[in-house]
């Protein structure tokens, strides 16, 4: 069974550009996750989606959004971005949110 | 704010010795527990998970779960160099609908050969 997938493995911005991140989940798993890890605060709890809902959101601005589609791929954008943005990126997956996470190999942002 | 706690180490040990890491979490409601290893620049790895006190055993890891105490620990037995890696504690906190995992900041290991 394919692993979790994430486009595009690495990207760099210039500071107030947007940018838009994809994850496609392992098959037959509805739930999404997306995190921000940094050197300095560790992996962070961005939001997660299950069946198309956002079901739990953590402490980010709402420059962060992300939505989910009919299929569980889901996407993440963050808009304005600031310097402090750069870091891994990184979707997990489960077959509902209460069982084990997945994680894909990560989007590492850079801002310039 | 529910905290999940991990001493950053560096933790070195010899090649082939026990590899301890600890972690405390401060919801006494937490219901399940997880390890991940991430090695540099690579995303977070499962290696297992717990949910009852005691201990779980897979391979040479051991994960061990004391509520009571709000702990939980992972035991490496046989140590080897390519456990060198950052080793992420995470608990899931569920109440609702909210199943979210929150991760402590990882312990550094390097088994030292």
């Known amino acids: 069974k394919a692993g979790v997938t994430q486009t595009p493995r690495y990207l760099i911005k210039t500071r107030g550009q947007q940018v838009t991140l994809s994850c496609s989940p392992i098959s037959g798993h509805r739930s999404v996750s997306w995190y921000q890890q940094t050197p300095g605060q560790g992996l962070q709890f961005l939001f997660e989606?299950?069946?198309?809902?956002?079901?739990n959101k953590g402490n980010f601005p709402g420059r962060f959004s992300g939505r989910q589609f009919s299929n569980s791929r889901s996407e993440m954008n963050v808009s304005t971005l600031e310097l402090g943005d750069s870091a891994l990126y990184l979707c997990?997956?489960?077959?509902?949110?209460?069982?084990?996470?997945?994680f894909g190999p990560g989007t590492r942002l850079l801002v310039l | 704010q529910k905290e999940v706690e991990q001493n950053s180490g560096p933790l070195s040990v010899p090649e082939g010795a026990i590899a301890s890491l600890n972690c405390t979490y401060s919801?006494?409601?937490?219901?399940?527990f997880f390890w991940y290893r991430q090695y540099s620049g690579k995303s977070p790895e499962l290696i297992m998970f717990i949910y009852s006190n005691g201990d779980k055993e897979d391979g040479r890891f051991t994960a061990q779960l004391n509520k009571a105490s709000q702990y939980v620990s992972l035991l490496i037995r046989d140590s080897q160099p390519s456990d060198s890696a950052t080793y992420l504690c995470a608990v899931r906190y569920s109440g609702g609908s909210n199943y979210k995992l929150t991760f402590g900041k990882g312990t550094l290991l390097t088994v030292n050969p």
């Open positions: 997990a997956s489960s077959w509902n949110a209460k069982e084990t996470q997945y």
């Open positions: 989606y299950f069946s198309e809902t956002q079901r």
């Open positions: 919801d006494r409601g937490s219901q399940s």
